[in-house]
């Protein structure tokens, strides 16, 4: 005999495989808009910015399906809390999505043969693997619902803020010319697009938190300095 | 949680029946406001109830708080009928049936010696899952028919009974025939109807099983929407099957399997957070 | 389902048809329908005949003299005269008899369906249905050993008896009536806190109300042609007046029958048929109204 509501289940099922292949897109935008970053592949960067329609899609497709199961199937209790966290993540996953957009389009502007700068560079680089490291993370916490790692990734996320404030300080002292100077800003938007990444992945872990424990927490970053305060709404 | 008990004072909504050419309007219920009252709380202590052998409850204890709706789910035969037919003593009317144990009345034991039965079932009505309006009867003697029949007549009687079917939502659609039959109605005007009779006779608190699982949907919302007015002046425990009524309707929620508590707990905790692992089989439907 | 045969190139029967089987199912429908229905026939056939016979064979006798006058007891006019005395008297004795048998019948029958535990009701109705099944004769006996020997014929003594023939009837007929008053009302009388005696005449009993007369009706109907207790208790009367004194025989119905049909007079012979068809007629009488009133009934409660 079948469990009761099986098809309910498989299609509560369905959706979550929907939202965690939504982060397996993201890092996927994520590496391939790092790349283009280091190698200055305008291409690469285009197809980025045109593939994000796919994130999109995903989206919609999810909003579409909590939309349904709310209407005819009347979730409670734990069920409902994880329709409630999918509808939060997706969103964060097309934030993620836009973020990644974001950097992809500051490659051409940033200039075919600008002078670059060695620390930004590898800092800029560090980031960009810290914030996939994050986003896999964030998966991982979701699917498998462990608590322990999503609180982990408060502690992670304080390291790409770290190196965001770095970013910052080198841009600054970068130098006089104007070219040097000039890619120094684009590198201070990437970095803080590498960083609003971050934040969406500590989203990610309170809902996780959330669905498990059925509370809700903000979870503080521990930098003390830091201008960003993780609020649900995920902005700064 | 807590609702600010601050109900304006009665409110007479135009009488739509009056105006020539308009349809009165399907959805809204012109209803006369309640005035406001301190409800009486019913503990439940140490409750015991059989069925000849069975032990159908199991040594159950339940606060109801005053003035807020509590609803008792769980699956068939956990015991929720059985239950709140022992706190109006309607138990003890089935062959080879009894209870054993406390339910307080406030601070009175309605199991104590020397208590009537019938002034419990005074103090404590209930409203069936059937409508059951008396059929040799018209719409005004059914709502008078528990005050005629214990000695409040004339003048009193009249204002009672058409006090309750305008609380009801009742007046403006029947007030053209009050001496036709009682049985004439639609069903949810007849389970309507009961509730009238059932709130004429003033009682403390209401005890509803199953109320509207014979209705259609709009039906049901018109009475789900009376349970909300009169929580501002009874206690109610309404049974019921529909999950998506509890959670509309009631304050809190008590989860009962085969005869004992498993939880009680105000309904947004139960439904979005239950503590124990049965309730929250029970309401995502993984009981298989 | 189909049964004909797979010819080559001819249509295929449809799903829907039944071929033989249903033909010899459809012909074995009409002959028990047939059956059943001659049946019927052969019912109100029987009626028929008895009621043609009775007015044959009353129709010289009756006349409106016959229902409004006395015996006659003139040699010289032996066809005339009626059978007022008795039908007068029969009216009086089962009005007394029905005075005396319902109200204690729909009190059994209240007490049996709403107080008495479940083991006395169930002997109460045994008791009732026995009672029921005792040979009349044996209940005209018995009331004749303690009311007439010793003393002498009443009215009275045949009213008790008829009354004792009339409880059981009346009796079972009001326990199945009150027994159907759905115990949803009873529930909801008590959930009011009203008490017991309050539900039982205010809800039960105007709810039950007419399939309580029906019964009493059909009481009056089975009563009104008894013979054999009043053979015993009220069969030695006065033709010459029409007596309405209880305390003394009373003329009746079934005993003039008796008497006329053993009378050596031709002409008492018709007389015996005519006041034969006046039973018949009252009780058809009764029979309908009792059907009427059960119909009204059934409709308050059954909707």
Request: net charge negative; charged share 20%; with cysteine.
């Amino acid at each position: 005999m079948r469990e009761t509501r099986h098809q309910f289940r498989e299609d509560l099922a369905e959706l979550e495989r929907q939202v965690l292949g939504g982060l397996d897109l993201v890092i996927s935008q994520l590496d391939r808009a790092q790349e283009s970053i280091a190698y200055q592949d305008v291409e690469l960067a285009s197809m980025v910015v045109a593939d994000d329609d796919r994130i999109d899609g995903r989206y919609l497709e999810v909003h579409q399906g909590i939309l349904s199961m709310l209407a005819r199937q009347a979730p409670v209790a734990s069920d409902l809390r994880i329709v409630a966290a999918l509808l939060h993540v997706i969103r964060c996953i097309e934030r993620m999505g836009d973020q990644c957009v974001n950097i992809a389009k500051l490659v051409p502007l940033s200039g075919y043969e600008s002078p670059k700068d060695k620390d930004i560079l590898d800092a800029i680089e560090k980031m960009g693997l810290q914030a996939r490291s994050q986003v896999l993370q964030a998966k991982q916490a979701l699917g498998s619902r462990n608590v322990r790692m999503a609180q982990d990734l408060v502690r992670q996320d304080a390291g790409i803020n770290r190196l965001n404030r770095d970013i910052f300080k080198r841009a600054v002292e970068i130098g006089d010319e104007i070219d040097m100077r000039e890619w120094g800003m684009f590198m201070i938007l990437v970095a803080r697009c590498l960083e609003r990444i971050g934040d969406n992945t500590v989203d990610i872990a309170e809902q996780v938190v959330f669905v498990v424990t059925g509370l809700f927490r903000e979870m503080d970053d521990a930098a003390p300095h830091s201008t960003v305060r993780m609020s649900p709404e995920g902005g700064l | 949680m807590e609702q600010d008990v601050d109900l304006p004072k009665t409110e007479q909504v135009p009488d739509v029946s009056t105006t020539p050419g308009s349809p009165p309007e399907p959805e809204t219920m012109e209803r006369e406001r309640l005035e406001p009252a301190q409800g009486h709380s019913v503990t439940v202590k140490d409750l015991n109830a059989y069925y000849g052998e069975h032990h159908a409850i199991k040594g159950v204890s339940i606060a109801f708080p005053p003035n807020q709706v509590t609803a008792l789910i769980g699956p068939s035969g956990c015991g929720k009928s059985t239950l709140v037919r022992c706190i109006n003593r309607m138990h003890e009317e089935i062959p080879k049936a009894r209870a054993e144990g406390t339910v307080l009345l406030d601070d009175e034991d309605i199991y104590g010696s020397g208590v009537d039965v019938t002034a419990v079932r005074r103090q404590i009505g209930m409203v069936f899952q059937k409508a059951n309006p008396f059929p040799t009867m018209s719409i005004f003697d059914n709502v008078a028919s528990g005050l005629k029949l214990s000695g409040i007549r004339g003048a009193a009687m009249r204002e009672r009974a058409n006090h309750s079917l305008r609380a009801v939502g009742l007046w403006n659609e029947v007030s053209e025939r009050l001496n036709r039959p009682g049985v004439g109605l639609s069903g949810g005007q007849q389970q309507r109807l009961c509730i009238a009779r059932t709130i004429a006779v003033e009682p403390e608190v209401i005890l509803m099983d199953e109320p509207c699982s014979a209705l259609d949907p709009i039906a049901t919302l018109k009475v789900e929407e009376l349970i909300d007015e009169l929580k501002s002046r009874y206690t109610i425990v309404i049974v019921t099957h529909n999950l998506q009524q509890a959670a509309r309707v009631a304050d809190s929620v008590v989860f009962m399997l085969d005869g004992e508590v498993v939880e009680h707990a105000p309904t947004n905790d139960i439904f979005s957070n239950p503590t124990d692992e049965r309730t929250e089989r029970y309401v995502t439907g993984k009981f298989g | 389902m189909s049964v004909a045969a797979q010819t080559p190139g001819a249509p295929r029967p449809s799903r829907l048809s039944g071929g033989a089987r249903q033909r010899r199912r459809k012909a074995v429908n009409r002959f028990v329908m047939g059956l059943s229905w001659f049946a019927a026939i052969i019912a109100i056939a029987a009626l028929l005949l008895v009621i043609v016979d009775v007015v044959i064979k009353a129709a010289p006798a009756i006349s409106w003299d016959f229902l409004t006058q006395l015996p006659s007891s003139s040699f010289l006019n032996p066809s005339g005269g009626g059978i007022v005395n008795s039908i007068v008297g029969s009216a009086i004795l089962i009005g007394l008899s029905s005075l005396i048998s319902i109200p204690i019948a729909i009190l059994v029958a209240i007490y049996t369906t709403e107080f008495a535990p479940p083991q006395v009701s169930s002997v109460i109705r045994f008791a009732l249905d026995i009672l029921n099944g005792v040979p009349t004769i044996v209940t005209g006996i018995f009331i004749y050993g303690i009311l007439v020997l010793g003393h002498q014929q009443s009215g009275w003594a045949g009213a008790i008896a008829l009354a004792i023939v009339q409880l059981p009837i009346v009796a079972r007929a009001a326990q199945e009536v009150l027994a159907l008053v759905p115990s949803s009302l009873k529930e909801a009388g008590l959930a009011l806190g009203l008490r017991r005696w309050r539900i039982v005449t205010r809800v039960i009993l105007p709810t039950a109300a007419g399939g309580l007369i029906t019964g009493a009706v059909l009481g009056i109907a089975r009563v009104a042609g008894e013979t054999a207790p009043l053979l015993f208790t009220t069969s030695v009367f006065s033709n010459l007046t029409t007596n309405t004194d209880p305390s003394q025989a009373l003329a009746n119905i079934p005993v003039t029958i008796f008497t006329l049909s053993e009378s050596a007079t031709p002409s008492d012979h018709a007389k015996a048929w005519a006041a034969a068809l006046v039973l018949i007629v009252f009780v058809l009488i009764v029979s309908v109204v009792a059907r009427t009133l059960n119909e009204r009934s059934r409709r308050k409660l059954g909707n």
